[in-house]
């Protein structure tokens, strides 16, 4: 190496050396998080036992979460059952919530935060109240955006308000309150798979009705009956998929049977028929475009019934549950549930029922 490569070589190697000191510098010090800080509701963890009700507000809703003798229910909905596993796992985040870092008190930043009150039109947030048995708030604030991997994967962090107070706060810890009451609750409606269906009648709201229905289990494809002279079905699939209309069944939204009307003029009944002799009975109703909202019940067609007695018992527990409620239920199923005879014909274009 000449000297004058040797002096080139020292100097980049220098300037390379004052620009890694330069860096190293002016990165952003760490930032340690301390392990005893402060539980943002302490005592409640002691006091889960305790618990007798928890309310949730947001800017559409407000409902209920309370202990039954035999669980927790939805008390606005008749004390519609709630999973307990969900009621003991936003207790348990709740009391495990710790403070991190003081936000802003300024009303004015809080819609950034998602912390508007809940009385405010559009608020994003979440209030919640968790009381004890004799009316006394064990823990209360204001939920609101949240941060999925502050701590890396699986760690989150959300901002609150705690209680009534201004002041914001980004804590450790997320809170699952869901958007609404089936949130809270067993979303299967039912699930009866196609080889169990023998029979699907449905009344339109004009009392025409569509048939479909097979003589045989072992017989593959179920026929649409009172096909008109010089018309064909709109295809064997179209047919035979009518026969999943109640395969896994899940709500959408749930309420109170007197809470959505379902006028006469609109309203479609259903009756499906199982091998076993289990009949379960709907009526749907079509709400603007895409909406559909049902009712279910159970009975036993006596004369086909294998086992009249184990019918009965699953009629009579499914009856339990679903009598005096209404569902949302998605379009597919929606569709089948109000499917017009017509629509199943060739020709029926985008009103097809699957």
């Known amino acids: 190496m000449t000297a004058r490569s040797f002096i080139l070589y020292s100097i980049i190697t220098a300037i390379l050396v004052v620009a890694a000191i330069v860096a190293v510098s002016s990165r952003p010090a760490s930032t340690l998080i301390a392990r005893d800080r402060a539980l943002i509701f302490p005592g409640v963890d002691a006091k889960l036992n305790d618990v007798a009700s928890f309310e949730i507000k947001s800017a559409d809703r407000a409902y209920t979460i309370k202990r039954k003798s035999d669980g927790w229910g939805i008390a606005e909905l008749g004390g519609y059952g709630a999973d307990f596993n969900k009621v003991k796992t ?6 495990q919530l710790k403070f991190l870092e003081a936000k802003t008190s300024d009303p004015k930043r809080y819609e950034r935060l998602g912390l508007r009150d809940v009385t405010a039109k559009g608020a994003k947030s979440r209030e919640i109240t968790v009381r004890d048995k004799d009316g006394k708030v064990l823990a209360s604030g204001l939920i609101g955006n949240r941060n999925e991997d502050l701590f890396g994967s699986g ?8 209680g ?30 196609r080889p169990r269906i023998k029979r699907l009648v449905i009344q339109a709201p004009g009392g025409g009705l569509t048939v479909v229905s097979r003589p045989l289990a072992k017989q593959k494809d179920f026929q649409l009956a009172d096909i008109p002279a010089g018309k064909r079905q709109r295809g064997k699939w179209e047919t035979n998929d009518m026969a999943k209309v109640l395969d896994k069944v899940e709500l959408i939204d749930l309420k109170r049977a007197d809470q959505i009307p379902m006028p006469k003029d609109k309203l479609y009944k259903a009756t499906i028929q199982t091998f076993g002799g289990l009949l379960i009975h709907t009526q749907a109703i079509k709400v603007g475009k895409k909406k559909f909202w049902a009712r279910f019940s159970a009975s036993v067609d006596a004369g086909a019934a ?21 569902y949302e239920v998605n379009e597919k199923t929606g569709k089948k549930l109000t499917c017009d005879h017509v629509n199943l014909l ?9």
């Not at 936003?90 to 009391?95: H, K, M, Q, R």
């Not at 499914?318 to 005096?324: I, K, S």
């Not at 060739?346 to 699957?354: D, F, I, N």
């Open 306 to 326: 294998t086992d009249a007695k184990k019918v009965k018992e699953a009629a009579d527990i499914f009856n339990a549950r679903h009598n005096g409620y209404v």
């Open 90 to 95: 936003v207790l348990v985040e709740l009391a």
């Open 346 to 354: 060739e020709g029926a274009g985008l009103k097809a029922c699957a």
């Open 155 to 162: 760690r989150g962090g959300t901002y609150m308000r705690v």
């Open 164 to 193: 009534d107070k201004k002041q914001t706060w980004l804590v450790e810890g997320i809170v699952s309150t869901g958007a609404g009451p089936s949130d809270w609750v067993n979303k299967k409606i039912v699930d009866i798979k």
